[in-house]
Structures are given as structure tokens and as C-alpha cells.
């Protein structure tokens, strides 16, 4: 039974570490923007998007 | 929030940050065009998108004012506001400190769990009793912390002499721990620290869910008034300006308001002439036109000219104001609602005290002792915790209005459901409501060339019936033609040169029925008619309502012609020309009446009956203060959520009273075992665990919407 002394310490310490996680990321703004996040996504990275606008304009030309 | 450029110390000291509100903005395009086109800007050192508030936060060069950010962010193409400076409102707090609660409960209730049921799988002796007493140690700090939102809610209605659902949940929960405590004190062999936990812990999911579904519609939401100027550039006497805000405005003084601005105060034109849209307050599509003298109000848009004018009232004695005044009073009544959930409690917390002391006061006479009969009216009570019923409402109406919200309505939060679910009238304003309330030209006789020059003059001009013009046309393909030297003139149109041509865009002398503009390419003169539509589906959508036992009419501000004309075609009845004060009246003769009015509408001057109605519904398009004041705003072209709305509220609220018959069904089988001192603590988790999970399955059945009624 002296396994218990570890355990029941584990648990507690990996469901606070949990809990903890969770307040930071509620402190951090990390659930302000959902929906944005899941927008963000789709928008292109600035240096492809001006790679592909190069590209176009040098097909213009 | 991870601003993208990072700063050094130096810098931050000139930087400053300011949020806006930005309604325009809808798809990943609009965040990226906001945020790169804004750093382009001289001055803007980051900007960041929070897309679900619609709101921008910018860091910027002190030199920089808002005035001039908001030039910016117009110039990307988006209408902006300035947002207070602290965006955290009230509810958002609120429903912070339940998820937090939640969470901390969440945790407390799985750690005792995987303690309590080793004790019951025979654990003993010591190991029982450190057991208990590591519950105990997990159980008390998070009572504490995850109880507080039912402690003080419950002390405030003992403050006033009330009872509500929280009065037993409170004592149910502290005399829980306070008994665990004791037994676990004197080695006993129940604690009830996982009960009290888990009560705790399904009860903060109700609440959490209803402060969710009321944040997430009111984000996007802008701030009451925040149409009306918010400062105006004053003209000294020397001749110098300087900008003065809305509030510290004064009748005498002199305002300059430019193309575009909205008015700050009530006052009279001095000089110049331009058009005016009017259509936030009174509902009229089409802009009047002003010149000297006449009387122009706060909240309206100065469209075409700058123009002087002399201010007669400023702030709180604005016709703005007075119609801000008269929606707040109307929205009285309103508080005065119970919802269903308070309802039920009414009858059901003193049945369950009683029930609770009858428990303890005949196992005393019957001579099991003290702690005994303590236990088995603890054991009543947390049995009888309206665990159940704390979900049985929230669960159905928050899979509701997600359902709601698929099909482009957006539901405020559970009061509005019960209130939609009990309307038996329906009442529509016409112009943005019934009709699209946007000008749409019929472009389908013009000319190729004629489209593209009308695009290029179009786009250059404010007017509403420009804006409409250049929308159709920018939506068939067409590209504008390059034209040189435009020139807008107030009330007559805009002219310009195209390849040594005059051409221009100009108002139709004669006054007919219909809206139109001409468009003149040299000699040469077409007429472009213009028709505010009907929504596509207004017959369907009052024929829903009239199966539902709702009738429907028309109350406009619009001119008896149109108003009457509309009200045939429909089919219903029509009043003309009312202001906000007679709508209002109409609402409470209906209300004498004992029936309950549905308002829908959009205009400024609908926000008094939108508040004062028993359940309103506005559309996307209205103004700030109609959403604001509307219990639900539906999105899009169709009129059919409206329909569908009052439906499904119906549908919700029936699903709700099977779940509270569930739950008083529960209790009828569980209580009789309490009383007789039959249940353990485990018996009372599960059975817990068991009629929340029944509740929510049963809520879960209102994510389908009836295909019948789908648009």
C-alpha cells in the first residue's frame, strides 16, 4: 500500500498541473478569438503571396 | 494576444493602443487585408484582428488620433468605430469566473472520485481514513472556490427575503461538507465529499452553457448609440475648429460636418446643402435632401457636402436620445419576466426544505439520534438537488440556438427562447424588414459601355442609391471605365469626364412611384429604375406563422401608399406612418389585449417597440441600437428564421418540460428511498450522474431541426 503515497501525490500534481494549464491559457487570451483562429488558417503566409504576386507580374511582362 | 512585431523599451514609451469595432469583417481575406494593410500604414506599428468580437487592436504612434486610424481602416475598405478602451464587459467576467469555476470543480470532482470509489470497493481501516481525509483536503478549498457563484447568489435572495434554486443547493452542498467533515473527523464511514463536488460540478455546466450562448451572440454587438457622432468639429469665432465631443456639445454652437460624418447634435443649417440619410431613424430609404434652414437630427449621415450647422440640441435632449430614453423604459417590462427555470423553483425549493425537515424531525422522534437523522436529511437533500433541473433548461436551449445559429439566427440567451416559444402576433416593419431595405437597380437594359461608365461614377459617390448601383454592377463582372475629374454635387448627383465626354449620374426630375437616377453619357439620357425588393420567402414565412396560430401586420414609418399596398399583396393587416410613441402604444393595447407581441424590425425608431415587445427579432442589416435591443438577430436575405425561430423555441420549451417532468419523476422514485434511509452514497452518484446524462440526451434531440421548416 506504501505505492499510494506516490500515487495519490502524481494524480493530484498532474491534475493541477491540468487545472493550472487551463487557467493560463484562460488568463492568456488563448480562447478570446475562435473563430478567428479557425480563419486564420486559410490566409496565405506574407511571403508566398508576394512570391505569387511576383510571379505574376513577371508572367505580365 | 501575440502582437506579431516585437518592440523594444524604447519604442513602447511613444506607443499607445486603441481597439475598434469593425462589424464589415467576415472571412479570413477581410483579417488579413485589415492587419497587413493597417502596418503598412505610417505610424500603425501592429494591428490584430479578434475576429469573433469583430474588433480591431492597433499599437500606434501617440501622433496618430482615432479619427485618423479610422480614415485608415475605411481606406481598406471597412467601416470602423472606436471601442471603449476596456473591452472586458460585464458578461464576459461573468462567464470567465464559471468556466473557472467549472474547471476548478472539474478537477476536485475527478481526484475525490478515484478516491471514494476505493472506499466503496471495500477499502477499510486506515486506508479509509486517509482517504477521507485527502477528499477533504481536495474537497474543501474547491467548494469554496467552484460554490461561490450559488453562495452569493443565495445570500442575496435570503438578503431580500427570497428563495431560489440556489437556497438548497447551498445548504444541500454545505451541510454536505460540513457532515463529511465531521464523519471524517471521527473516522465514520461515509464522507458525501464526491456528492457535494459533483452536484457542484454539473450544476456550474448549466450555468457555464447559458453565459456562453449569451457572450457568443452579444460580441459582435456594437455599443448603444455609438451611430451618433461621436465629436464634432466646432467653428470659434475667430475661425479657428477644434473637435469637441458629442457631450460637451452646446445649442449656439457652430458644427462643421464633413461628407460622410455622422451628425453629433440636432441643429439647423446654416450653410450649404447636401443629402441626408435618414434611414437609421426613421426608417426611409431614400435621402432628404437639405439646404439652408431646415432642421437636421443627431445619428443621421451627412452624405454629399459639408455643411455648417447651428446646433438647437446636444446629447441627452436629441431626438437620438429621447428614442434611447423610451427603449430603455420599454425594456422595463421586460425585466420583470421569470424565467421558467425561477418558476419551478418557486415551488419546488420549499417543498424540498420542507421534505428535508420532515425527514430529520421523524427519525428523531423515531429515536435513531442525532447524527442518523442528520444524515438522512442530508441525504434528502442532496437527492432532491435540482441537479437535474439546473441542466434541464440550459442544455435544451443551448443546443437550440446552436441549431438556431446554423440557419443564420442568433438567439441572445434563454429568457429570449421562453419568450419567442409564448409570442401569438407578429409584428413587421416594412422598409429593411419585409424588404431588403437596399435600392437594387434594374441594370439589365443598359449597354455595356453605359454599365461600366454608371460603375465608374457610381463608386465615387456616398449616396445610397450609388452604393446600390455600384454593388449590382460590381456583382455581374462589370470593370469600370477610367474617367477624370468628378465632381459630386448635393442633391443633383455626380459628374465627370470620360474621354473628353461629359457624363454623370443625376437625380430623376420627375417624382413618380418609383426611385430612379439618370445616367447622361454626353446627349444621350437613360433612366435607371430602382425598387427596394421584398424578401424572397415573405409569403412562405407568414404562412409558417399563420399555421403556427401567430397573425401577422405591418407597422411602418413608411408612407400609407406603399404601407397599404404591401399589406393587400400579404394578405395581412397594415398600419402607415407611425412614429416610435405609437408603435409603442399599438404594443401596449395588444399587451391589454393579454396578447403577446413578436416585434420585428430595424430602424432606430423600431427600438423602442424591438424593447418593448414581448419577444423582437431584428435583421443583420439594422442599426446597432435595434440589435441591441432585439432579442435575436437573423443574418442573410431570408425572412424564414423568423419563422423558424418560433418554431423551434416551441420545440425547446416542450423539451424542456419533459425534462423537468424527468427530473420530478426522479425525485418521486429517489426520495421515498432517501427518507427511508436506503441510499448510500454511491446510490446517490450515480443516480445523480444518471438523470443529468438523460436530461442532456434528451436536450441533444433539438440539434435537429424539423426538415419541414427548414429554408
Not at chain 1, 500534481?13 to 488563448?30: D, I, Y
Request: charged residues 20%; glycine residues 10%; contains cysteine.
Amino acid at each position: 500500500m506504501s505505492v499510494l503515497a506516490y500515487l495519490i501525490p502524481v494524480a493530484l500534481a498532474l491534475g493541477g498541473a491540468g487545472l493550472a494549464l487551463f487557467f493560463w491559457a484562460m488568463r492568456n487570451g488563448q480562447f478570446e478569438d475562435l473563430e478567428g483562429a479557425a480563419n486564420r488558417i486559410l490566409i496565405d503566409d506574407e511571403d508566398d503571396k508576394s512570391g505569387a504576386e511576383k510571379i505574376e507580374r513577371e508572367a505580365d511582362r | 494576444m501575440n502582437v506579431p512585431v516585437a518592440l523594444d523599451a524604447i519604442e513602447r514609451a511613444e506607443l499607445t493602443d486603441s481597439r475598434f469595432t469593425v462589424p464589415g469583417m467576415r472571412c479570413a481575406g477581410c483579417i488579413a487585408k485589415i492587419e497587413r494593410g493597417l502596418q503598412d500604414v505610417e505610424g500603425i506599428e501592429a494591428a490584430r484582428v479578434n475576429f469573433s468580437a469583430k474588433r480591431v487592436a492597433v499599437r500606434h504612434d501617440r501622433s496618430l488620433d482615432a479619427d485618423g486610424l479610422v480614415a485608415a481602416i475605411g481606406k481598406l475598405g471597412f467601416e470602423a468605430q472606436a471601442a471603449e478602451a476596456n473591452p472586458l464587459g460585464q458578461d464576459d467576467s461573468e462567464s470567465r469566473t464559471l468556466l473557472r469555476a467549472l474547471a476548478v470543480a472539474g478537477f476536485g470532482m475527478m481526484n475525490i472520485m478515484l478516491l471514494s470509489v476505493s472506499v466503496w470497493s471495500g477499502a477499510g481501516g486506515v486506508t479509509r481514513e486517509l482517504f477521507h481525509w485527502v477528499s477533504a483536503l481536495i474537497a474543501l478549498p474547491v467548494v469554496a472556490y467552484a460554490g461561490r457563484p450559488f453562495f452569493a447568489s443565495a445570500a442575496m435572495a435570503l438578503r431580500h427575503r427570497r428563495t431560489n434554486m440556489d437556497v438548497p443547493i447551498s445548504i444541500g452542498v454545505l451541510l454536505a461538507t460540513g457532515l463529511s467533515v465531521y464523519e471524517t473527523a471521527t473516522g465514520g464511514e461515509h464522507a458525501y465529499f464526491d456528492s457535494a463536488v459533483m452536484l457542484l460540478f454539473f450544476l456550474l455546466a448549466g450555468r457555464a452553457l447559458d453565459a456562453m450562448m449569451r457572450n457568443k451572440t452579444r460580441a459582435g454587438i456594437g455599443a448603444l448609440l455609438s451611430r451618433m457622432g461621436k465629436s464634432a468639429r466646432v467653428l470659434a469665432g475667430d475661425g479657428s475648429t477644434r473637435a469637441v465631443a458629442a457631450e460637451d456639445l452646446e445649442p449656439g454652437m457652430l458644427m462643421l460636418v464633413a461628407a460622410g460624418e455622422a451628425l453629433a447634435a440636432d441643429g439647423v443649417i446654416e450653410d450649404g446643402r447636401s443629402m441626408i440619410d435618414n434611414a437609421m431613424l426613421t426608417g426611409e430609404s431614400t435621402p432628404q435632401s437639405v439646404a439652408r434652414d431646415d432642421l437636421v437630427h443627431a445619428g443621421t449621415i451627412n452624405l454629399a457636402n459639408p455643411i455648417r450647422v447651428r446646433v438647437t440640441a446636444a446629447s441627452s435632449d436629441t431626438a437620438l436620445a429621447e428614442i434611447a430614453r423610451m427603449m430603455d423604459e420599454a425594456g422595463q417590462s421586460r425585466s420583470h419576466y421569470v424565467r421558467i427555470a425561477d418558476r419551478a423553483s418557486r415551488l419546488y425549493a420549499p417543498a424540498v426544505h420542507t421534505l428535508a425537515l420532515l425527514a430529520f424531525a421523524g427519525w428523531m422522534i423515531a429515536g435513531v439520534g442525532l447524527h442518523q437523522s442528520l444524515v438522512i436529511a442530508i441525504a434528502v437533500l442532496i437527492i432532491t438537488c435540482p441537479c437535474a433541473m439546473g441542466l434541464a433548461v440550459p442544455a435544451a436551449q443551448v443546443v437550440a440556438s446552436g441549431a438556431l445559429a446554423k440557419r443564420g439566427l442568433l438567439v441572445k440567451d434563454g429568457s429570449a427562447l421562453e419568450r419567442l416559444a409564448e409570442v401569438d402576433t407578429a409584428l413587421f416593419d416594412k422598409t429593411g424588414t419585409l424588404t431588403m431595405g437596399e435600392p437594387v437597380p434594374r441594370i439589365d437594359r443598359l449597354s455595356s459601355e453605359q454599365k461600366s461608365v454608371a460603375l465608374a461614377l457610381a463608386q465615387a459617390s456616398r449616396h445610397p442609391l450609388s452604393k446600390g448601383l455600384a454593388t449590382a454592377l460590381e456583382g455581374k463582372g462589370v470593370t469600370p471605365a477610367v474617367v477624370g475629374s468628378l465632381c459630386e454635387v448635393g442633391g443633383q448627383g455626380i459628374s465627370a469626364d470620360w474621354a473628353g465626354t461629359r457624363v454623370a449620374l443625376e437625380r430623376t426630375d420627375i417624382v413618380g412611384r418609383e426611385l430612379s437616377s439618370t445616367l447622361r453619357i454626353g446627349k444621350e439620357l437613360v433612366a435607371i429604375p430602382f425598387a427596394d425588393p421584398m424578401r424572397p420567402d415573405v409569403a412562405e414565412t407568414l404562412a409558417a406563422l399563420r399555421v403556427s396560430g401567430i397573425d401577422s401586420r405591418i407597422v411602418s414609418g413608411d408612407r400609407q401608399a406603399p404601407v397599404g399596398a404591401l399589406a393587400i399583396e400579404l394578405g395581412i393587416a397594415g398600419d402607415a406612418e407611425m412614429r416610435p410613441d405609437t408603435k409603442l402604444a399599438l404594443l401596449d393595447a395588444l399587451k391589454a389585449d393579454g396578447r403577446r407581441p413578436l416585434m420585428v424590425g430595424d430602424g432606430i425608431n423600431d427600438g423602442p417597440a424591438l424593447a418593448a415587445a414581448h419577444a423582437s427579432i431584428a435583421p443583420g442589416s439594422a442599426s446597432d441600437v435595434s440589435q441591441q435591443a432585439a432579442d435575436a438577430v437573423f443574418l442573410g436575405r431570408a425572412l424564414m428564421p423568423v419563422a423558424l425561430a418560433v418554431a423551434v423555441a416551441r420545440r425547446t420549451m416542450r423539451i424542456v418540460r419533459q425534462n423537468f417532468g424527468f427530473a420530478i419523476g426522479y425525485n418521486v422514485l429517489a426520495v421515498p428511498l432517501a427518507l427511508a434511509g436506503l441510499t448510500t452514497p454511491l446510490i446517490a452518484a450515480i443516480a445523480m450522474s444518471l438523470s443529468s446524462l438523460v436530461v442532456v440526451g434528451n436536450s441533444l434531440r433539438l440539434a435537429r431541426v424539423p426538415s419541414g421548416l427548414s429554408s
